[in-house]
């Protein structure tokens, strides 16, 4: 069955502290996996997309890594700030038939002062 | 820049009555999707359209009817609301052959 798990459930930092969170996936055949943002009471936006040949890639404060092999994926947060208090989404999209995509129920990070 | 827009940011409704919720896109996307959020539960998929008129049941279509007269306008329609559709519902659409779907603001819908 294909499955995105995300750790932690929620996070709390302080401000200018660094982060990461995880992603597991068990998705087959797998295309992309994404990072979404969704700020409380909007609609997800996108940070950063990895195929499978990439390991890594930043997007400013964020930074995505990915390990086909072990199919897991972290988003690093750098010198975090408040509004970067958000729930952070998991996405892998699998082309079985059409693109479909398969989301975590993603980490709730708070940033507090 | 892709803009999705959903007509309602918040609605409440009643058991029993029947619900539009509209969706439109401004870039010409061949795709569209209805989506609900729940706690715990993430994003499930409730129903998509590849183009006008076309549509397919995703995981959760039970409940709910979708249209799809104008590319640029998805409406999501629930048939006789009840209490369990109380939800964060967000519209994506997504350009044929690309993989990143654009999300709307959603519309948390409250059913009483």
């Known amino acids: 069955k294909n499955q995105v798990e995300q750790s932690p459930q929620s996070l709390i930092i302080l401000e200018g502290k660094n982060c990461t969170l995880q992603?597991?996936?068990?998705?087959?055949?797998?295309?992309?996996l994404r990072w979404y943002k969704q700020d409380t009471g909007r609609g997800p936006v996108s940070l950063t997309i990895?195929?499978?040949?990439?390991n890594t890639k930043s997007n400013g404060r964020y930074t995505a890594t990915l390990d086909a092999d072990t199919k897991q994926s972290s988003l690093h947060i750098t010198a975090s700030q408040l509004s970067d208090s958000a729930s952070y989404i998991c996405?892998?999209?699998?082309?079985?038939?059409?693109?479909?995509?398969?989301f975590g129920t993603g980490t709730r990070l708070k940033v507090l002062a | 820049d892709v803009k999705v827009t959903q007509s309602s940011r918040y609605l409440v409704k009643r058991t029993g009555e029947k619900v539009f919720l509209e969706c439109v896109q401004d870039?010409?996307?061949?795709?569209m999707f209805w989506y609900r959020q729940d706690p715990g539960l993430g994003l499930r998929l409730i129903y998509f359209?590849?183009?006008?008129?076309?549509?397919e049941k995703g995981d959760i279509p039970e409940g709910y009817s979708v249209s799809r007269e104008k590319k640029e306008r998805f409406s999501l329609i629930l048939e006789s609301a009840s209490t369990n559709q109380t939800s964060m519902y967000l519209c994506?659409?997504?350009?044929?052959?690309?993989?990143?779907?654009?999300f709307g603001q959603g519309t948390r819908l409250t059913v009483v």
């Open positions: 994506a659409s997504r350009k044929r052959g690309s993989t990143e779907a654009f």
């Open positions: 992603c597991n996936y068990t998705v087959s055949p797998f295309s992309n």
């Open positions: 990895m195929t499978f040949s990439e």
């Open positions: 996405v892998v999209c699998t082309t079985s038939g059409t693109y479909k995509y398969i």
């Open positions: 870039m010409d996307h061949e795709n």
């Open positions: 359209s590849y183009d006008v008129k076309m549509k």
